[in-house]
């Protein structure tokens, strides 16, 4: 136990020592490798002039006009995470949006348009991952569903708003067994995780992290090079811990801006 709280504490000194790498790479929304929608990656604004998306004239462009609203309306709110590079949200907003089976639908609820360019706070504490990204919230502000990638046949976009409850909401990032995540590091199957494998595991769920040569000799107890299930089941508790610990984080790694204080 003992040993194991050491561990964990010098990953911990590990990871504050390098948190502007993290801050860096998870300020930024990334695509999840799991989506198998068509969303696109977000990716940083061109320096060439892309026009603006215009919300429609009767959208929200702020989240808390959107809840207040929602909150005497008694509406639910839809949220659309876009930006001006991503295509597919501008055909939903010049194509979709506007129809009239679209604009009926939409009567149901309080929309708004955040542009994950300008709006990063929101894009985080949603864990955006792609655009365009639908999260839909009761009139209390409570996250019911959310679908990623754009529905482009108005029909489509209307059933994807009938059927917010009934959407996946986002799957939290959960602890894996310990053999489950052997199996993952373990990528030729043999067995045993030699150096390489560990730092792709590693890295694969701790992007940057520069200390897998470390913590590999750590977990090689023995020292045979290769580490086996027993010695990866010693510490890999603390490791996920520490991946679990790391996801929670994230969103207050950023400097705060000031609509972080709100909710
Ligand atoms: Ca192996
Ligand atoms: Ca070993």
Same mark, same amino acid.
């Given at each position: 136990?003992?040993?194991?709280?050491?561990?964990?504490?010098?990953?911990?000194?590990?990871?504050?020592?390098?948190?502007?790498?993290?801050?860096?790479?998870?300020?930024?929304?990334?695509?999840?490798?799991?989506?198998?929608?068509?969303?696109?990656?977000?990716?940083?604004?061109?320096?060439?002039?892309?026009?603006?998306?215009?919300p429609p004239a009767d959208w929200h462009t702020d989240l808390n006009s959107a809840k207040a609203a929602a909150a005497k309306s008694d509406k639910d709110v839809v949220l659309m995470?876009?930006?001006?590079?991503?295509?597919?949200?501008?055909?939903?907003?010049?194509?979709?949006v506007?129809?009239?089976s679209v604009e009926k639908t939409l009567e149901e609820f309080e929309p708004v348009l955040i542009?994950?360019?300008?709006?990063?706070?929101?894009?985080?504490?949603y864990?955006?991952?792609?655009?365009?990204?639908f999260v839909f919230l009761n009139s209390s502000g409570k996250e019911i569903g959310r679908s990623?990638?754009?529905?482009?046949?108005?029909?489509?976009f209307v059933t994807m708003l009938k059927k917010r409850d009934s959407l996946?909401p986002?799957?939290?990032? $959960?602890?894996?067994?310990?053999?489950? &995540?052997? @199996?993952?590091? *373990? /990528? %030729?199957?043999?067995?045993?995780?030699?150096?390489?494998?560990?730092?792709?595991?590693?890295?694969?769920?701790?992007?940057?992290?520069?200390?897998?040569?470390?913590?590999?000799?750590?977990?090689?107890?023995?020292?045979?090079?290769?580490?086996?299930?027993?010695?990866?089941?010693?510490?890999?508790?603390?490791?996920?811990?520490?991946?679990?610990?790391?996801? $929670?984080?994230?969103?207050?790694?950023? &400097?705060? @801006?000031?609509? *972080? /204080? %709100?909710?």
């Open positions: 136990m003992i040993v194991r709280s050491l561990f964990l504490g010098l990953l911990m000194i590990a990871v504050a020592t390098t948190s502007p790498a993290f801050a860096q790479q998870f300020g930024k929304p990334v695509i999840d490798e799991d989506s198998k929608s068509d969303a696109q990656p977000p990716r940083k604004a061109k320096p060439q002039k892309i026009p603006e998306l215009t995470f876009s930006a001006a590079w991503c295509g597919a949200c501008r055909h939903v907003l010049t194509e979709v506007g129809q009239d542009n994950v360019d300008k709006d990063r706070s929101d894009a985080r504490k864990g955006v991952r792609g655009l365009p990204t990623v990638g754009a529905p482009a046949a108005p029909d489509r996946q986002a799957a939290p990032r $959960k602890m894996i067994t310990d053999e489950e &995540a052997f @199996k993952v590091a *373990d /990528a %030729d199957a043999n067995n045993e995780v030699n150096q390489n494998e560990f730092t792709h595991y590693v890295k694969s769920r701790l992007r940057n992290f520069p200390f897998s040569e470390q913590l590999f000799g750590m977990v090689d107890t023995n020292k045979s090079n290769t580490i086996d299930l027993d010695e990866f089941k010693m510490r890999n508790e603390a490791l996920q811990k520490l991946f679990v610990e790391l996801q $929670k984080r994230r969103p207050q790694r950023q &400097a705060p @801006k000031k609509n *972080d /204080a %709100d909710s």
